[in-house]
């Protein structure tokens, strides 16, 4: 017979008896029970790369976040190093000079990331690095890929970021991420680094990455915003597919990547854990620049708690199976987790 609680009146039974509040009632019981958390080795750290030996240069739409010199980004290295976030991921301010058609300079050996790329793996060998494959920073119409009488063309841009990775694996680079969303780079990306010694050389593939309005600040960061004509609807995701992100991710892992990543991260957070759920890699969730400063506008307008809602935002990529995110709290975050 189901009893009646005296304190309550109301029917054990209709909870099963469970008294899941027993479990919150302090901070070591909440601590104890907790399922997922974020850790220091669940980061990539996003780093702007920028011409000339100046200081930081600070985004306007990213606040706490500056495009750093080459010795900037191998201090920002050793500062990664010294708190332990296992990789930063480099992104380049092309200055328009340096911008064409073709994206040209994405095959410079010595372009502004090959040449951050090689000074960091100088200076601190033990942090990994990972390169972007795509050529927007470097074109003169912001698109990721050639353009042919307005349309990207597939194939032939496959060719130029197959050797693009290259130039970046020769400079150092331990994980290539192409974000291109072109069909079928991951394969060629891959036959290109095996045919030339870089058998070990990762890739982390975006592999459902949406068009997205939450790319604003980083196109600003990266220069290509002025740029950009039209938009990427016809190579990244319509953001009302889910099940199209089950068919990117297959062809990516078929094609030979070592990480898959979903992005933009908190609004996609059913991708991410269906992805988690359906292949069991190493999957990564990007947390945007637009989510990124969307958390530190809020913040500094006094409506959130910044620190709060970064672990939120954090914690939610753990819970829904990411092994690890890119973030520009990176820094922030793992200074926090050490302070305990
Ligand atoms: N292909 C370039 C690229 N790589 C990462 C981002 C976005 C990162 C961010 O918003 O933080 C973009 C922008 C885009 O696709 O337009
Ligand atoms: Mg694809």
Same mark, same amino acid.
């Given at each position: 017979?189901?009893?009646?609680?005296?304190?309550?009146?109301?029917?054990?039974?209709?909870?099963?008896?469970?008294?899941?509040?027993?479990?919150?009632?302090?901070?070591?019981?909440?601590?104890?029970?907790?399922?997922?958390?974020?850790?220091?080795?669940?980061?990539?750290?996003?780093?702007?790369?920028?011409?000339?030996?100046?200081?930081?240069?600070?985004?306007?739409?990213?606040?706490?976040?500056?495009?750093?010199?080459?010795?900037? %980004?191998?201090?920002?290295?050793?500062?990664?190093?010294?708190?332990?976030?296992?990789?930063?991921?480099?992104?380049?301010?092309?200055?328009?000079?340096?911008?064409?058609?073709?994206?040209?300079?994405?095959?410079?050996?010595?372009?502004?990331?090959?040449?951050? !790329?090689?000074?960091?793996?100088?200076?601190?060998?033990?942090?990994?690095?990972? %390169?972007?494959?795509?050529?927007?920073?470097?074109?003169?119409?912001?698109?990721?890929?050639?353009?042919?009488?307005?349309?990207?063309?597939?194939?032939?841009?496959?060719?130029?970021? %197959?050797?693009?990775?290259?130039?970046?694996?020769?400079?150092? %680079?331990?994980?290539?991420?192409?974000?291109?969303?072109?069909?079928?780079?991951?394969?060629?990306?891959?036959?290109?680094?095996?045919?030339?010694?870089?058998?070990?050389?990762?890739?982390?593939?975006?592999?459902?990455?949406?068009?997205?309005?939450?790319?604003?600040?980083?196109?600003?960061?990266?220069?290509?915003?002025?740029?950009?004509?039209?938009?990427?609807? !016809?190579?990244?995701?319509?953001?009302?597919?889910?099940?199209?992100?089950?068919?990117?991710?297959?062809?990516?892992?078929?094609?030979?990547?070592?990480?898959?990543?979903?992005?933009?991260?908190?609004?996609?957070?059913?991708?991410?854990?269906?992805?988690?759920?359906?292949?069991?890699?190493?999957?990564?969730?990007?947390?945007?620049?637009?989510?990124?400063?969307?958390?530190?506008?809020?913040?500094?307008?006094?409506?959130?708690?910044?620190?709060?809602?970064?672990?939120?935002?954090?914690?939610?990529?753990?819970?829904?199976?990411?092994?690890?995110?890119?973030?520009?709290?990176?820094?922030?975050?793992?200074?926090?987790?050490?302070?305990?």
């Amino acid at each position: 017979m189901a009893e009646r609680n005296p304190m309550t009146g109301m029917i054990d039974r209709a909870t099963g008896g469970a008294r899941l509040r027993r479990l919150r009632q302090s901070d070591w019981a909440r601590r104890l029970v907790r399922e997922t958390d974020v850790r220091v080795d669940d980061l990539i750290w996003p780093i702007f790369v920028r011409e000339g030996d100046g200081g930081p240069e600070p985004v306007a739409s990213m606040p706490g976040v500056s495009r750093l010199s080459v010795a900037g %980004c191998v201090e920002a290295a050793r500062e990664a190093a010294d708190l332990g976030i296992p990789v930063i991921a480099l992104f380049p301010y092309t200055d328009a000079s340096l911008r064409d058609e073709a994206g040209s300079e994405a095959l410079n050996a010595d372009n502004l990331v090959c040449r951050a !790329t090689r000074a960091i793996k100088d200076v601190v060998p033990e942090v990994g690095i990972l %390169c972007d494959v795509a050529l927007d920073p470097y074109t003169s119409h912001g698109h990721d890929g050639i353009v042919r009488d307005g349309v990207i063309v597939n194939d032939e841009t496959v060719e130029i970021l %197959c050797r693009q990775a290259l130039v970046q694996a020769r400079a150092g %680079c331990d994980i290539v991420g192409p974000s291109d969303m072109m069909d079928g780079r991951v394969a060629c990306i891959r036959a290109a680094l095996d045919a030339e010694g870089f058998g070990d050389a990762m890739i982390m593939s975006y592999a459902a990455k949406y068009a997205s309005a939450f790319y604003g600040p980083f196109r600003d960061a990266v220069g290509s915003a002025g740029a950009l004509r039209g938009d990427k609807r !016809t190579y990244q995701m319509d953001m009302g597919n889910a099940l199209e992100a089950l068919r990117e991710a297959a062809q990516d892992v078929a094609e030979g990547a070592d990480m898959i990543m979903v992005k933009p991260g908190m609004p996609y957070l059913d991708i991410l854990a269906r992805l988690v759920d359906e292949f069991r890699m190493p999957t990564f969730a990007y947390q945007t620049s637009g989510e990124y400063s969307t958390i530190m506008a809020a913040a500094q307008n006094g409506w959130i708690d910044g620190d709060k809602a970064m672990f939120e935002s954090l914690r939610a990529f753990k819970r829904a199976g990411a092994s690890g995110i890119l973030s520009y709290f990176a820094p922030r975050v793992a200074k926090a987790l050490h302070r305990g």
